[in-house]
Protein backbone atom coordinates (compact mmCIF):
# COMPACT_ATOMS: atom_id res chain seq x y z
CA UNK A 1 0.00 0.00 0.00
CA UNK A 2 2.90 2.16 1.12
CA UNK A 3 4.30 1.50 -2.50
CA UNK A 4 0.85 2.95 -4.26
CA UNK A 5 0.43 5.67 -2.24
CA UNK A 6 4.35 7.11 -3.11
CA UNK A 7 3.53 6.44 -7.08
CA UNK A 8 0.52 8.38 -6.90
CA UNK A 9 1.70 11.38 -4.53
CA UNK A 10 1.40 15.10 -5.12
CA UNK A 11 5.35 15.43 -4.82
CA UNK A 12 5.81 12.66 -7.97
CA UNK A 13 2.77 14.53 -9.92
CA UNK A 14 4.57 17.71 -9.75
CA UNK A 15 7.84 16.39 -10.70
CA UNK A 16 6.43 14.42 -13.70
CA UNK A 17 4.59 17.45 -14.95
CA UNK A 18 7.12 20.11 -14.18
CA UNK A 19 7.79 22.15 -17.10
CA UNK A 20 11.52 21.47 -18.07
CA UNK A 21 14.06 23.80 -20.62
CA UNK A 22 15.15 21.79 -23.60
CA UNK A 23 17.08 24.62 -24.90
CA UNK A 24 15.48 23.85 -27.97
CA UNK A 25 15.36 27.98 -29.20
CA UNK A 26 12.95 30.50 -29.83
CA UNK A 27 10.00 28.04 -29.88
CA UNK A 28 10.33 24.81 -27.89
CA UNK A 29 7.83 21.62 -28.32
CA UNK A 30 7.02 21.77 -24.50
CA UNK A 31 4.84 18.76 -24.91
CA UNK A 32 2.36 17.43 -27.67
CA UNK A 33 -0.12 20.47 -26.80
CA UNK A 34 1.70 23.17 -25.01
CA UNK A 35 4.17 25.28 -26.88
CA UNK A 36 6.90 27.65 -24.97
CA UNK A 37 7.97 31.06 -26.73
CA UNK A 38 11.47 32.33 -25.21
CA UNK A 39 11.34 36.00 -25.25
CA UNK A 40 14.33 37.81 -24.95
CA UNK A 41 13.80 41.49 -26.01
CA UNK A 42 12.02 40.06 -29.42
CA UNK A 43 8.40 39.44 -29.93
CA UNK A 44 5.96 36.97 -31.46
CA UNK A 45 2.51 36.73 -32.78
CA UNK A 46 0.53 34.40 -31.59
CA UNK A 47 -3.86 33.47 -31.74
CA UNK A 48 -5.67 35.60 -29.59
CA UNK A 49 -6.43 33.58 -26.71
CA UNK A 50 -3.86 31.04 -26.84
CA UNK A 51 -1.55 32.50 -24.10
CA UNK A 52 -2.25 29.74 -20.82
CA UNK A 53 0.53 30.96 -18.59
CA UNK A 54 3.83 32.77 -18.66
CA UNK A 55 6.65 34.37 -16.62
CA UNK A 56 8.66 37.59 -17.03
CA UNK A 57 8.20 40.43 -18.28
CA UNK A 58 5.74 40.47 -21.07
CA UNK A 59 3.61 42.29 -22.79
CA UNK A 60 0.75 41.64 -25.09
CA UNK A 61 -1.21 43.60 -27.33
CA UNK A 62 -3.70 43.07 -30.11
CA UNK A 63 -2.35 43.91 -33.85
CA UNK A 64 -3.46 47.15 -34.79
CA UNK A 65 -6.48 47.66 -37.11
CA UNK A 66 -3.86 49.17 -40.02
CA UNK A 67 -0.43 47.74 -38.79
CA UNK A 68 -0.62 44.87 -41.51
CA UNK A 69 -1.18 47.78 -44.33
CA UNK A 70 -4.79 48.59 -46.05
CA UNK A 71 -4.80 46.04 -48.32
CA UNK A 72 -5.09 43.56 -45.49
CA UNK A 73 -7.31 45.58 -43.75
CA UNK A 74 -9.73 45.04 -47.05
CA UNK A 75 -9.28 41.48 -47.71
CA UNK A 76 -10.42 41.02 -43.85
CA UNK A 77 -13.64 43.27 -44.72
CA UNK A 78 -14.69 40.83 -47.11
CA UNK A 79 -13.54 37.46 -45.89
CA UNK A 80 -15.35 38.73 -42.42
CA UNK A 81 -12.27 38.29 -40.82
CA UNK A 82 -11.42 40.13 -37.79
CA UNK A 83 -7.85 40.55 -35.93
CA UNK A 84 -7.17 37.22 -34.57
CA UNK A 85 -3.55 37.60 -33.72
CA UNK A 86 -2.04 39.16 -30.59
CA UNK A 87 1.61 40.88 -30.40
CA UNK A 88 3.83 38.93 -27.31
CA UNK A 89 6.70 41.30 -26.96
CA UNK A 90 9.71 41.81 -23.90
CA UNK A 91 11.74 39.46 -22.16
CA UNK A 92 10.34 36.11 -20.57
CA UNK A 93 8.69 32.49 -21.24
CA UNK A 94 5.08 32.35 -22.65
CA UNK A 95 3.09 28.95 -23.13
CA UNK A 96 0.72 28.59 -25.39
CA UNK A 97 -2.15 26.03 -26.29
CA UNK A 98 -4.99 25.97 -28.51
CA UNK A 99 -7.89 23.85 -27.09
CA UNK A 100 -5.79 20.45 -26.70
CA UNK A 101 -4.92 20.14 -29.96
CA UNK A 102 -1.44 18.96 -31.43
CA UNK A 103 0.93 21.45 -32.15
CA UNK A 104 3.55 20.97 -34.65
CA UNK A 105 6.67 23.50 -35.15
CA UNK A 106 7.86 24.16 -38.56
CA UNK A 107 11.21 26.01 -39.19
CA UNK A 108 10.60 27.62 -42.67
CA UNK A 109 13.72 28.70 -44.65
CA UNK A 110 12.50 30.52 -47.20
CA UNK A 111 9.17 28.47 -47.48
CA UNK A 112 5.70 29.50 -48.62
CA UNK A 113 3.03 27.70 -46.87
CA UNK A 114 -1.15 28.44 -47.19
CA UNK A 115 -2.61 27.71 -43.99
CA UNK A 116 -5.92 27.32 -42.81
CA UNK A 117 -6.34 30.26 -40.69
CA UNK A 118 -7.62 28.26 -37.70
CA UNK A 119 -4.88 26.25 -37.55
CA UNK A 120 -2.01 28.92 -37.07
CA UNK A 121 -1.21 29.43 -33.67
CA UNK A 122 2.07 31.61 -33.87
CA UNK A 123 4.86 32.35 -35.93
CA UNK A 124 7.73 34.84 -36.14
CA UNK A 125 7.74 38.39 -37.05
CA UNK A 126 10.37 37.81 -39.46
CA UNK A 127 7.94 35.24 -41.72
CA UNK A 128 5.62 37.65 -44.06
CA UNK A 129 1.56 36.46 -44.25
CA UNK A 130 -1.11 37.33 -46.27
CA UNK A 131 -4.55 36.43 -46.29
CA UNK A 132 -6.15 34.41 -48.90
CA UNK A 133 -9.22 34.01 -50.03
CA UNK A 134 -10.41 31.09 -51.53
CA UNK A 135 -13.95 31.11 -53.20
CA UNK A 136 -16.83 28.26 -53.20
CA UNK A 137 -19.03 27.94 -55.96
CA UNK A 138 -21.81 30.41 -57.00
CA UNK A 139 -24.52 28.38 -55.14
CA UNK A 140 -22.29 28.13 -51.63
CA UNK A 141 -22.08 31.50 -49.66
CA UNK A 142 -19.71 32.60 -48.78
CA UNK A 143 -15.98 31.14 -48.39
CA UNK A 144 -12.44 29.81 -46.80
CA UNK A 145 -10.36 32.51 -45.30
CA UNK A 146 -6.65 31.29 -45.16
CA UNK A 147 -3.49 32.33 -44.29
CA UNK A 148 -0.16 32.51 -46.99
CA UNK A 149 3.16 32.40 -44.33
CA UNK A 150 6.74 32.47 -46.17
CA UNK A 151 10.35 33.52 -45.12
CA UNK A 152 12.76 32.24 -42.98
CA UNK A 153 11.37 32.02 -39.15
CA UNK A 154 9.39 29.45 -37.37
CA UNK A 155 6.08 28.81 -37.44
CA UNK A 156 3.73 26.85 -35.45
CA UNK A 157 0.11 25.05 -36.33
CA UNK A 158 -2.15 23.01 -34.85
CA UNK A 159 -4.40 19.82 -35.77
CA UNK A 160 -6.92 18.19 -34.27
CA UNK A 161 -5.08 14.90 -33.56
CA UNK A 162 -2.18 13.38 -35.70
CA UNK A 163 -1.70 15.25 -39.05
CA UNK A 164 -0.97 13.48 -42.40
CA UNK A 165 0.91 14.72 -44.97
CA UNK A 166 0.10 13.81 -48.74
CA UNK A 167 2.46 14.14 -51.27
CA UNK A 168 1.22 16.08 -54.59
CA UNK A 169 3.08 14.98 -57.75
CA UNK A 170 1.64 15.99 -61.94
CA UNK A 171 0.82 12.49 -62.09
CA UNK A 172 -1.09 12.28 -58.77
CA UNK A 173 -3.28 15.09 -57.54
CA UNK A 174 -5.06 15.23 -53.98
CA UNK A 175 -8.52 15.55 -53.08
CA UNK A 176 -9.11 16.38 -49.34
CA UNK A 177 -12.58 17.11 -47.34
CA UNK A 178 -12.27 21.49 -46.58
CA UNK A 179 -12.73 20.94 -43.47
CA UNK A 180 -10.06 18.18 -42.87
CA UNK A 181 -7.21 20.19 -44.76
CA UNK A 182 -4.85 22.16 -42.68
CA UNK A 183 -2.02 23.42 -45.32
CA UNK A 184 -0.28 22.95 -48.25
CA UNK A 185 2.45 24.38 -50.56
CA UNK A 186 2.06 27.72 -52.01
CA UNK A 187 2.78 26.60 -55.59
CA UNK A 188 0.12 23.90 -56.19
CA UNK A 189 -2.91 24.81 -58.45
CA UNK A 190 -6.26 24.60 -56.06
CA UNK A 191 -9.78 23.96 -56.93
CA UNK A 192 -12.93 23.13 -55.54
CA UNK A 193 -14.98 19.97 -56.53
CA UNK A 194 -18.63 19.86 -56.51
CA UNK A 195 -21.47 16.59 -56.44
CA UNK A 196 -24.22 18.22 -55.45
CA UNK A 197 -27.46 15.89 -55.59
CA UNK A 198 -31.04 16.42 -54.50
CA UNK A 199 -29.97 13.84 -51.99
CA UNK A 200 -27.49 16.45 -50.52
CA UNK A 201 -29.25 19.29 -50.16
CA UNK A 202 -31.67 17.78 -47.99
CA UNK A 203 -29.29 16.32 -46.05
CA UNK A 204 -29.14 12.46 -47.09
CA UNK A 205 -26.07 12.74 -48.95
CA UNK A 206 -22.42 11.37 -47.69
CA UNK A 207 -21.64 14.59 -46.19
CA UNK A 208 -18.69 14.63 -48.83
CA UNK A 209 -20.23 16.46 -52.21
CA UNK A 210 -17.61 19.44 -51.88
CA UNK A 211 -14.14 18.42 -52.25
CA UNK A 212 -10.46 20.96 -52.49
CA UNK A 213 -8.66 19.47 -55.52
CA UNK A 214 -4.86 20.31 -55.44
CA UNK A 215 -2.51 20.09 -58.26
CA UNK A 216 0.97 20.38 -59.47
CA UNK A 217 4.42 19.41 -57.32
CA UNK A 218 4.21 19.76 -53.24
CA UNK A 219 2.41 18.32 -50.59
CA UNK A 220 -1.15 18.39 -48.48
CA UNK A 221 -0.89 18.68 -44.52
CA UNK A 222 -4.76 16.83 -43.63
CA UNK A 223 -5.84 16.00 -39.76
CA UNK A 224 -8.42 13.32 -39.03
CA UNK A 225 -10.92 15.75 -37.43
CA UNK A 226 -13.02 17.57 -39.12
CA UNK A 227 -14.18 21.58 -38.56
CA UNK A 228 -18.22 22.31 -39.59
CA UNK A 229 -18.05 25.50 -41.83
CA UNK A 230 -21.78 26.72 -41.83
CA UNK A 231 -21.40 28.33 -44.94
CA UNK A 232 -21.52 25.46 -47.02
CA UNK A 233 -22.45 22.14 -45.28
CA UNK A 234 -26.01 21.79 -46.02
CA UNK A 235 -28.40 21.01 -43.42
Same mark, same amino acid.
Given at each position: ?? @??????????????????? =???????????? /????????? #?????? $????????????????? *???????????????? &???? +??? %????????? !?????????? #?????? /??? $??????????? =????????????????????????????? /?????????????? @?????? !??????????????? *??? !???? %?????????????? =? *????? *? +?????? &????? &?????
Amino acid at each position: MS @EVISRYSIEEFVNTTSQKD =KNEGFFEQETAR /IMEINLNDN #LAWIKK $GAMIAYTGNVKFAMEDL *FEHGLKTVVKRFVSGE &SGNL +VKA %KGTGKVYIA !DEGKKISILN #LQNDSL /IVN $GSNVLAFEPSL =KWDIKLMKLTSMMAGGLTNIEIQGQGMLA /ITTMYEPMTLKVTP @ECPVMT !DPSATVAWSSGLKTS *FKT !DISV %KTLIGRGSGDSIQM =K *FEGEG *F +VIVQPG &SIIYP &SYTAE
